[in-house]
């Protein structure tokens, strides 16, 4: 039972409050771990990871902006793609002295008593982009740019670029053995990241900033993975994979390494892949007809089924708000599970986040909600233009799409009469300051229309990213979905009714739940290993078996119409009651898309605001 084992492991104290406060003195970066790492000089041998050790005569000069740079640093000691698995280091001038070495390179030193902005080059954090449109491979920087990184490094960050694998298999050019052919998807792309965060651990003593203080961040995909990095510190299911790769688990000294990240910054994360259909069908799907939801269609009855699968999930999680109060899914008639104190918070988030947006804003203000593929993050390279045309191409779709016509309005007044313009849904209190919306189905259908058919996330067809990113060495694409199996498996009695089924899909899905990877796991565990609940709630046996971030900021647009607002406001409910997270802000942005999305200000900007709030307490 999930309050068992929720007491057993006392991992249920402290609550956070979803806002920017933080819940105790925790620092958040993994200083304690470190500090309990157990010295093991006597066991292990101390030169099994000498390769990795940087070297500090190979550091090129920026001198127009005073960067110090490298690029193409091997992360792990066996690589499965060479091209790939390599990072570029960014670091701010004063924190390094260097003296030529040879040609345009230079020997470097840590200048102990250098300061930039609020640190030292000695407490300097790390800060970790991912870019990873539709879960595609990110990357290695191999050539230097400035262009972008300047809010960072003048700042006094330390930033890390990391080349990391994608959602599908590859071949690597630059292999000296073999066909070159390297697995992708589920869960390689955190092992990486897992690598490379080990990789700087194992060269602290060398290099400035403090690495028990990495903040990864990322946007959509990227922010999946960071939320799953920040969600499964030293999680023994990685153990095997980041083997494989040839990842630090010690350093020179014998000293137990860890891949335990101090804070995640997301926006809009696709997470919950696992009850991805489902939780679409809930939040968005039945609210809609037509198409594959069509009366009399068996997907049409199977996206009634996974609501109300949802509706099931929901009520074995546990969740909290704030306050404490349990959240649960309540049965209705009409609508599938629409009441219950789940069903009142979804609203409320809408709510206050309208209340916020018409407090915030100057009018004329012109909609214009956006959705992108990634963030545009720098460090690999490429000037701002150069990766917007990259993640285009990663990603098969323009990565700055509106998802509506811009429209200007006057006033506050008129921007709710075009809210209320066919039936009156919205109701605000001026003087209070307050929001009353009528219906999560009324603000579904206005704000955040359905964009995917029945079973989003594990395509009937395979032919979705997601179904590539569970697919193994000897399939590209596999269903992934336990959920969708079991109804297909439970009710074919009353899909084959229609038309228009296909008695195959049964076996189809069965059987692909059966794939194992190169390792010989089998497929749910993969699909547990990009679940950050699976860690986070007292449901699953992953719960207390990692250590987690304690820094989490995950904002998302409320217009974004490809993933379920459940994705984020999930994520979020199982961090604010999870023993060591010292903080948790989920920030719903009214009005946005799948973008990049802020109550105000630029978001990187606001990001290096919170990293140095976050490295203050």
Known sequence: MNCTRRDFLAIASGAAALACTACSSNTGDVASTTEAATTQASTVDLTEFKDLAIDMSAWRHDDENDVWWQTGLEYCKEPAAKSIETLGIYVPGPYMDGKQASGDKYTCTIKEDAQVGAYTSSTAPIVMPVNAAGFSVQAAPTTFSYSGLEKYLSAGLIYVYVGLRGRGNGYDSSATSGDGFFSGGSPWAVVDLKAAVRYLRYNAKSLPGDATRVFPFGHSAGGSLVSILGSTGDAPYYDAYLKKVGAATHDADGTDISDTVAGVACWCPDTGLSQGDA???????????????????????????????????????????????????????????????????????????????????????????????????????????????????????????????????????????????????????????????????????????????????????????????????????????????????????????????????????????????????????????????????????????????????????????????????????????????????????????????????????????????????
């Open 279 to 617: 939780a679409y069908e809930w939040a968005q799907g039945q609210y809609f007809a037509g198409g594959t939801r069509a009366e009399g269609t068996w997907t049409g009855l199977l996206s009634d089924d996974l609501a109300s699968a949802y509706a099931a999930y929901v009520n074995s999680l546990d969740l909290r708000d704030g306050d404490g109060n349990h959240l649960t899914l309540d049965e209705t008639d009409g609508v599938i599970y629409a009441d219950g104190s789940y069903y009142e918070y979804m609203v409320t988030l809408a709510e206050d986040s309208l209340a916020r947006f018409l407090a915030d804003t100057t009018f004329p203000y012109t909609s214009n909600a956006r959705s992108v593929a990634d963030g545009g993050f720098a460090g690999d390279g490429t000037t701002a233009d150069e990766a917007t045309a990259t993640a285009a191409s990663q990603s098969g779709s323009t990565t700055d799409q509106q998802v509506q016509n811009p429209v200007t309005y006057g006033s506050a007044s008129d921007y709710l009469d075009a809210l209320n313009s066919d039936s009156r849904w919205v109701v605000y209190n001026e003087s209070k300051g307050t929001v009353r919306i009528t219906s999560l189905e009324a603000f579904v259908q206005h704000c955040r229309i359905v964009t995917k058919d029945v079973c989003a996330y594990d395509s009937i067809s395979r032919s979705n990213v997601y179904n590539q990113l569970f697919g193994n060495d000897d399939s590209d694409s596999l269903h992934f979905s336990q959920v969708v199996s079991d109804l297909l498996a439970n009710r074919v009695d009353a899909y084959a009714t229609a038309a228009d089924w296909d008695a195959s899909l049964p076996e189809a899905w069965s059987s692909d739940l059966k794939q194992t990877d190169s390792l010989k796991n089998p497929l749910d565990q993969r699909r547990d290993m990009y679940d950050p609940l699976y860690y986070l709630s007292g449901a699953f046996q992953g719960f207390g078996s990692a250590k987690v971030a304690s820094h989490w900021r995950i904002n998302a647009g409320l217009s974004d119409p490809e993933t379920p607002m459940t994705a984020e406001a999930n994520l979020a409910l199982a961090l604010i009651h999870y023993d060591g997270v010292s903080d948790v802000t989920l920030t719903e942005v009214w009005d946005k898309g799948r973008e990049l999305a802020e109550r105000s200000g630029d978001a990187i900007d606001n990001l290096v605001a919170w990293v140095g709030a976050c490295c203050s307490q």
